[in-house]
């Protein structure tokens, strides 16, 4: 078992090296930054996506959230590679989780469904982002799982800008909004 507070370290230091862009840009929110965040060159990069997966799992188990979770993943595309990291990490420490993908809108064919992977009706259920700003996509996810008949528990995002998402999340859906990590820990703020 690894140390939590190293591999925060650890992948705190592959995010500002990976993910970190500076420079003016307009967010997806229609916000302005000084900086972006491109949460995609870490969680599909080799070295970090592992210490994602462990990094959420270490929150979800300090949060106590851990028990009785059965899956976990959020909408696509942004919580694709979360979602799977904490998959597969879980399996190595003997937790198994499995992981799903919100679709923005169900299929127009085969079984139109909305939520792929495992059923999650009657499922406790974790929603998760990469990065979030104002909590939206993650609150189309809890949306789209709740619909499926599943029991979302919580959002778990990776990266939060510390920008309103979380009070938001907890407005609107009436979950738990947790985050890994912050900008205020990368100095970004």
């Known amino acids: ?3 939590p507070a190293d591999t925060r370290r650890q992948l705190l230091g592959l995010i500002d090296e990976l ?72 399996v190595l420490r003997g937790t198994p989780v499995d992981a799903f993908v919100v679709r923005k809108e169900a299929k127009k064919h ?14 406790r259920v974790i929603a998760v982002e990469d990065t979030s700003t104002t909590g939206g996509s993650v609150l189309t996810a809890v949306e789209a799982l709740r619909e499926a008949g599943a029991e979302v528990v919580a959002v778990a995002v990776v990266m939060d800008r510390d920008t309103g998402a979380k009070e938001k999340v907890e407005a609107e859906a009436g979950i738990p909004y947790l985050t890994a990590l912050s900008t205020k820990d990368l100095g970004l703020e």
């Open 1 to 3: 078992m690894t140390d």
């Open 19 to 90: 993910a970190v862009v500076r420079g003016r840009v307009t967010l997806s929110s229609g916000r302005e930054a000084d900086y972006y965040l491109d949460l995609r060159r870490v969680t599909l990069d080799h070295r970090s996506a592992p210490l994602i997966g462990d990094v959420l799992l270490d929150l979800l188990e300090a949060e106590g959230l851990l028990e009785g979770i059965d899956a976990i993943g959020g909408l696509t595309m942004g919580a694709d590679p979360v979602g799977t990291a904490v998959m597969h990490r879980s």
């Open 110 to 123: 085969g079984m139109s469904r909305r939520v792929e992977g495992p059923d999650v009706a009657g499922k």
